[in-house]
């Protein structure tokens, strides 16, 4: 058994792969020897510009756009990645966003439904779209992208998106337990405060200050660092790991 991530020859899809964790997990996979669909929304430019940035390296990646919020969406970018590269051995349920910070005197249904769908029902009905052909060849692996929110609340606001993100690593377990039987791994990663335009967008710079004080690392995480450990979760490497979620906070959160 391999100690390392050996992906060559894989057929990869990283939801919300245009910028971030998403973007960084995609570019490691390529550079392992995989095939990966760069699966994005609304930023098209950042999503061809990573597919064209790991084909000049020599790697292999298309570019798939849909809103997972959708599920009808969620199974037509499916079948176009199967029918670009075939079957989907490693599927990174990465897509997902805070949308809004809202406190609950704020909290509106849309909002709700939309941070909901966007965070958990992408990632499950992308799960259950890829499972059937996974079952068949007793083989494959599915990484969820969860957060420290769903441990400790989130900040102010972050109510819906800690929920999602807490109902994520539950469906972690609830699918590991369903799928390991037909030779299906399914775990979870947990990022901490990680350097991505989400932090950009929701965090005000004295946020960020407050956060790495609570750091005993003493600064923010990489995408990079988060991607490496999604790439050995998807790869033999982590063959006896099953509905486990890897915590990479700089030990903000020890346990």
Do not use: C
Request: glycine fraction near 10%; avoid cysteine.
């Amino acid at each position: 058994m391999p100690t390392y991530p050996d992906l060559k020859g894989k057929v990869v899809f990283v939801t919300g792969a245009s910028s971030g964790i998403g973007a960084a997990t995609a570019r490691l996979f390529a550079s392992l020897g995989a095939r990966v669909a760069i699966g994005f929304h609304h930023n098209k430019k950042g999503a061809l510009e990573l597919m064209e940035s790991i084909t000049a390296a020599g790697g292999t990646a298309v570019a798939a756009v849909g809103d997972f919020r959708k599920v009808s969406e969620i199974r037509a970018v499916i079948d176009q990645v199967v029918k670009e590269f075939g079957p989907i051995d490693v599927l990174v349920n990465n897509a997902g966003s805070l949308v809004k910070r809202a406190p609950i005197r704020e909290l509106t249904e849309e909002l709700w439904n939309d941070v909901i769908s966007l965070n958990l029902k992408s990632a499950v009905f992308a799960s259950k779209a890829v499972a059937p052909s996974m079952i068949e060849r007793r083989t494959g692996a599915i990484v969820n992208v969860v957060s420290i929110a769903a441990h400790n609340g989130g900040g102010l606001g972050a109510g819906t998106y800690a929920t999602a993100k807490a109902g994520l690593i539950s469906f972690t377990k609830s699918l590991a337990k369903e799928l390991a039987p037909h030779g299906i791994r399914v775990n979870a990663v947990s990022p901490g405060v990680i350097d991505t335009p989400f932090h950009e967008v929701f965090s005000t710079p004295e946020m960020m200050a407050t956060f790495v004080k609570a750091i005993p690392l003493g600064r923010v995480g990489t995408p990079q660092e988060v991607a490496s450990v999604i790439a050995f979760l998807a790869s033999d490497a982590a063959g006896y790991v099953v509905g486990e979620t890897i915590e990479i906070n700089g030990g903000q959160m020890m346990r």
